[in-house]
């Protein structure tokens, strides 16, 4: 399209020396841009007939030199006048249509109408581009809703859900954003990253890695913990490549991310939100209970958020070995305490026992976190022992150093290694 326009303008006199950035054009003349898109979709619409990349750009170009916008319109942004109709006119996602084919681009962020940015290759850079208005982006925002047939509005001004597509969409309207609709996308990456890939992305170590891959073979339960962003779901989605295909694994996620190619005999399952009526509504609380009714060999809960904790937990101290999970925390002791908290939203359960009851469920658990230049890696491991009554006895088996700032082993061993020596025996016969 790009191309396209260029030989365009050439022609009409190469009219674009002193092409403006697309963010000043949209915010001087969103109101033609708006206007002459609705104009040119209302004559598509009466054609009927659809129209190919280079007939559509001709009939954009042609609508705009014969409007009086022509006259309104400085010769310095011309060029971008045409780029932005065109983007609203012929692509479905309009000017996020290019972030969101570009395979470069692995997170979009729109906050109001004004604002959108773009992570890529762990650079967050603000993309030279606006809406309109803020109606244009609560109207892209209500078309992302509608692909998976969730409702948004006043009433119900946000909404979180998976594409088609495996893309993770969150939108809120601007009754409850203040500075106008923000609408967040977070892409889904067609090829999963393998420990061996993340080994050389200095997410971890060899030694590391190849400790993980022990443990979750011999059936440790794991928890891998981290901040927003922090790479959580790819890290549990390269770990389950540990797990012995011959194993029945059940796969619990609130929107379906991950994908654990290599097993055969798997349950994957995913919530469901309620409808406009307030029905059909199914937790991940609900799919971790029918789960046990599965004969799982695992269980592989996608993130705990809430009351469902008390079912993973549970689901842990009934002898389902080797279940992964992951949830939200600033380290390991932080998300223990946030992991107690959600246990208790469940009930008046004492303290002591609920402590008890986590301690003795997870044995290991995984910290993540994204340093300030978009690395990802893991800081800590540690073994959760026990509970003695007061606290929690962590074994912390790899840290980062103070020193060189990589993950070393701090030279303790696990404490519970019974299952990783038969494990490494059953190797051995």
């Known amino acids: 399209m790009k191309g396209l326009l260029q030989k365009r303008m050439d022609e009409r006199g190469g ?15 969103g109101w033609g841009i708006s206007e002459l898109t609705r104009d040119i979709k209302r004559g598509l619409s009466e054609k009927g007939a659809p129209v190919d990349e280079e007939e559509l750009l001709e009939m954009v170009e042609d609508a705009f030199f014969g409007s009086p916008m022509v006259d309104e319109v400085d010769v310095d942004h011309i060029k971008n006048f045409i780029t932005a ?3 609203r006119v012929g692509c479905k996602y309009g000017v996020i249509q290019d972030l969101l084919e570009d395979d470069s681009v692995n997170e979009i962020m729109v906050n109001g109408p004004d604002h959108i940015f773009a992570e890529r290759r762990r650079r967050l850079t603000e993309i030279d581009d606006a809406f309109t208005s803020p109606q244009e982006l609560e109207s892209l925002i209500r078309l992302l809703a509608s692909e998976v047939h969730r409702e948004v509005n006043e009433a119900r001004p946000i909404v979180d859900a998976r594409l088609p597509n495996g893309n993770r969409v969150n939108g809120v309207l601007r009754n409850v954003a203040l500075n106008g609709p923000i609408l967040t996308i977070r892409k889904f990456y067609r090829e999963s990253i393998t420990m061996d890939e993340m080994v050389s992305m200095g997410t971890l170590t060899q030694e590391c890695r190849d400790f993980l891959a022990q443990v979750v073979r011999a059936g440790y339960n794991i928890f891998i913990s981290g901040g927003t962003s922090s790479g959580k779901t790819t890290f549990l989605n390269a770990l389950s490549s540990f797990i012995d295909d011959r194993e029945r694994v059940i796969i619990i996620e609130d929107s379906s991310e991950l994908r654990i190619e290599h097993l055969t005999n798997k ?28 004969r799982p060999d695992r269980i592989i809960v996608g993130e705990v958020r809430g009351r469902e904790v008390v079912e993973m937990v549970q689901a842990m101290n009934t002898g389902h070995q080797g279940s992964l999970s992951t949830g939200h925390g600033n380290d390991i002791r932080g998300m223990l305490n946030r ?21 003795n469920a997870i044995d290991l658990f995984v910290h993540l976190r994204r340093d300030h230049s978009g690395v990802r890696r893991v800081v800590e491991i540690a073994e959760l022992v026990d509970f003695n009554g007061r606290d929690y006895n962590l074994n912390y088996l790899f840290r980062l150093s103070g020193e060189n700032g990589r993950l070393e082993r701090t030279g303790s061993s696990l404490a519970d290694d019974q299952r990783l020596k038969i494990m490494m025996n059953e190797g051995q016969q």
């Open 15 to 29: 009219r674009r020396e002193n092409c403006r950035n697309m963010k000043e054009t949209v915010s001087l003349y």
């Open 85 to 87: 109709v065109y983007l």
């Open 267 to 294: 349950v994957h399952m995913e919530c469901r939100a309620a409808n406009s009526m307030g029905k059909g509504e199914v937790t991940m609380e609900q799919l971790i209970r029918t789960s046990l009714r599965m």
């Open 339 to 359: 992991l107690e908290s959600m246990y208790m939203t469940d009930g008046q359960m004492p303290v002591y026992s609920v402590k008890s009851q986590i301690a």
